[in-house]
């Protein structure tokens, strides 16, 4: 199966400034089939990217997916107070579906 | 709008079966695929397996050998069995519907299941 890494595990920041979260998976994802979503406490995930680089409706587009192949980033351009939570990758381009152990993003 | 609600006890014995139906409302489960995610207490999430709505599944190899998953379209539900459950199988699990290729893109609020005797 595709193992998933993301980092960091905690990444710390203020109100407004940018973050950049990382996925690396074991193996190449087949077509970029790679989603992230975000969770808040005691919520189910919400998708935000898939296919890599595509939003999901009602996404803001300070969301932005890139990357391909085993690398993969979500960047926040500028957090709002909504944007603190969990963040988890996934890749559905080889069965069983995966997903990264998440990354927090807390407020400094 | 799509939703969907997970329903079901929420305390299982140690060896017995967990049970878990997913309600959708607001369109058809016809067309999509369906499945169940769970998500330990403070943990990440594990995909469990799916169900088209025409009743093929397919399930992660790591819990196959326990599971299986089901769809009534009449009622417009899909359930989760998962036997000989222990004390690591409890989590909050989800149902989910999958989107166009596999990722998900409408989720149930979840229900947590312990594992106690």
């Known amino acids: 199966e595709v193992v998933l890494t993301q980092s960091p595990a905690t990444l710390s920041l203020s109100p407004g400034e940018r973050a950049t979260l990382s996925c690396g998976a074991s193996q190449s994802v087949s077509s970029n089939f790679l989603a992230w979503y975000q969770q808040r406490p005691g919520l189910p995930p919400r998708l935000l990217i898939y296919d890599a680089s595509s939003r999901a409706t009602g996404i803001p587009d300070r969301f932005r997916g890139s990357g391909s192949g085993t690398d993969f980033t979500l960047t926040i351009s500028r957090l709002e107070p909504e944007d603190f939570a969990v963040y988890y990758c996934q890749q559905y381009g080889s069965s069983p579906w995966t997903f990264g152990q998440g990354t927090k993003v807390e407020i400094k | 709008q799509v939703q969907l609600q997970e329903s079901g006890p929420g305390l299982v014995k140690p060896s017995e079966t967990l049970s878990l139906i997913c309600t959708v409302s607001?369109?058809?489960?016809?067309?999509?695929?369906w499945s169940w995610i769970r998500q330990p207490p403070g943990k990440g999430l594990e995909w469990i397996g799916y169900i088209y709505y025409s009743g093929s599944t397919s399930y992660n190899p790591s819990l196959k050998s326990r599971v299986i998953i089901s769809v009534d379209k009449s009622k417009n539900q899909f359930s989760l069995k998962l036997n000989s459950v222990t004390a690591a199988d409890t989590a909050v699990y989800y149902c989910?519907?999958?989107?166009?290729?596999?990722?998900?893109?409408?989720w149930g609020q979840g229900t947590l299941v312990t594992v106690s005797s």
């Open positions: 607001g369109g058809p489960i016809s067309s999509y695929y």
């Open positions: 989910a519907r999958d989107g166009y290729n596999f990722y998900f893109d409408y």
